[in-house]
């Protein structure tokens, strides 16, 4: 079992930065792939970013590419979204989550939210313009 607190969600200006954080219970921490997904009202959770159980792979959604960065550490069970140059489509509330499989690399598997067998409450972002 594997729990999830976020963090670091606030009010920002177009154009500036936020740093989410995401805090795992679990001792296997490093055994997961990580992700980050939002959403807003109205619409489905969509992906935003992953991270392979290593770290040494991750991915993004287009929207984000060149602007979000997504980090881990091991060794404080923390995973990280790094959020720059923030939009007002950005706002939504964003969601860290688990792979429902550990030791396996998702891959292009990582965009699908059915991957996830764990997640936080989830922390507002709002941006705006």
């Known amino acids: 079992q594997v729990q999830l607190v976020e963090s670091g969600g606030g009010l920002v200006q177009a154009g500036g930065s936020l740093r989410l954080s995401c805090v795992a219970s679990a001792q296997t921490f490093s055994s997961y792939g990580m992700g980050w997904f939002r959403q807003d009202p109205g619409n489905e959770r969509e992906f935003v970013a992953a991270?392979?159980?290593?770290?040494?792979?991750?991915y993004y959604a287009d929207a984000v590419k060149g602007r979000f960065t997504i980090s881990r550490d091991n060794a404080k069970n923390t995973v990280d979204l790094q959020m720059n140059s923030l939009k007002p489509e950005d706002t939504a509330v964003y969601f860290c989550a688990a792979a429902r499989s550990r030791w396996m690399d998702l891959g292009a598997l990582s965009y699908y939210s059915t991957q996830y067998a764990y997640w936080g409450q989830g922390t507002q972002v709002t941006v705006s313009s």
């Open positions: 991270i392979s159980f290593g770290g040494g792979r991750t």
